[in-house]
């Protein structure tokens, strides 16, 4: 929910309604952070959300979403919807929530993790993620943990719904990225593609997941005249969202990518990666940072 009061002012307070959260912070900006979420609204035509109110009703356990704008002139826009969004939802929803991380300095964000599960033969998994205070985002709706009936072709029942899924998904506050470090990867966004396709089939991806991370980052990559790309360890992973799952799988693979767009190159020292082979019950995750 954000609440937008004296356009005509220098100093702006803004309302902030955290996912999951009952109450509204409260910060005092300056007129730059305003004319950034009024370039976000307008970029994506904001305005013709309002009234939008629409629901899914095939999907019992799924995630709602609404936002309320108010001027000073009392225009107002609102907006709703249960496992269905207004065109651009995603993109107004990331580029304003690493707007307000700005302002809040509560860390980057992971965005789009999501949980694949092959074990060797049919069996019943517990998926737990270790800091469920900061998820902004599940599904299935995490509660307490992913109580998951895995098939080995990934085919995954969520025990609770009965629902059929093909990976789990969580999005949540990255408290370990922390900007631009010594190493990683200056790619020109003309090459982002072909980098990645390098780097994923280095780090154990299959070719759907190779083609669902793609899809997903390369519009966010290849945009930019450069990119700072890092992969972050499994150490960093580990402190930030540990993942406990029982039994214990043969091969765990953990990526994710921290990306930070650059108008120029920078010189840094290249990151080193070690080809991962999948042998036995194997988990994948992936996502990416972006890095402020």
């Given at each position: 929910m954000i609440h937008i009061i004296n356009l005509n002012v220098i100093i702006i307070v803004c309302y902030i309604k955290r996912?999951?959260?009952?109450?509204?912070e409260e910060y005092n900006v300056d007129k730059c952070i305003l004319n950034d979420i009024e370039k976000i609204l307008n970029k994506y035509n904001v305005s013709s959300w309002d009234g939008f109110n629409k629901s899914d009703k095939n999907v019992l356990d799924g995630d709602t979403f609404s936002i309320s704008i108010v001027y000073d002139n009392n225009k107002r826009i609102s907006s709703s919807g249960y496992m269905m969004y207004p065109n651009n939802y995603k993109s107004v929803k990331e580029e304003l929530e690493t707007l307000f991380n700005s302002i809040t300095n509560?860390?980057?964000?992971?965005?789009?993790?999501?949980?694949?599960?092959y074990p060797e033969d049919t069996m019943s998994i517990k998926v737990e993620l270790g800091n469920p205070d900061k998820l902004t985002v599940t599904y299935p709706k995490y509660n307490d943990y992913w109580d998951i009936e895995a098939n080995p072709d990934g085919t995954l029942i969520d025990k609770r719904t009965g629902r059929k899924l093909?990976?789990?998904?969580?999005?949540?506050?990255?408290?370990?990225s922390n900007g631009i470090k010594e190493e990683g990867f200056i790619v020109k966004g003309e090459d982002a593609l072909s980098f990645l396709e390098e780097?994923?089939?280095i780090l154990g991806l299959n070719y759907k997941e190779q083609e669902e991370f793609i899809i997903y980052w390369l519009p966010k990559l290849d945009s930019n005249k450069y990119n700072y790309i890092r992969f972050e360890t499994l150490e960093e992973q580990n402190n930030n969202m540990p993942l406990l799952i029982t039994p214990k799988p043969d091969t765990?693979?953990?990526?994710n990518m921290e990306y930070m767009p650059l108008d120029e190159?920078?010189?840094i020292k290249e990151?080193?990666?070690?080809?991962?082979e999948r042998k036995g019950f194997t988990l994948v995750e992936w996502g990416g940072t972006i890095l402020k």
């Open positions: 996912y999951g959260s009952s109450n509204e509560s860390g980057d964000e992971d965005l789009k993790p999501i949980i694949y599960l093909y990976s789990l998904f969580w999005e949540g506050i990255n408290t370990e780097k994923l089939e765990l693979i953990r990526i190159k920078i010189d990151q080193q990666l070690t080809k991962v």
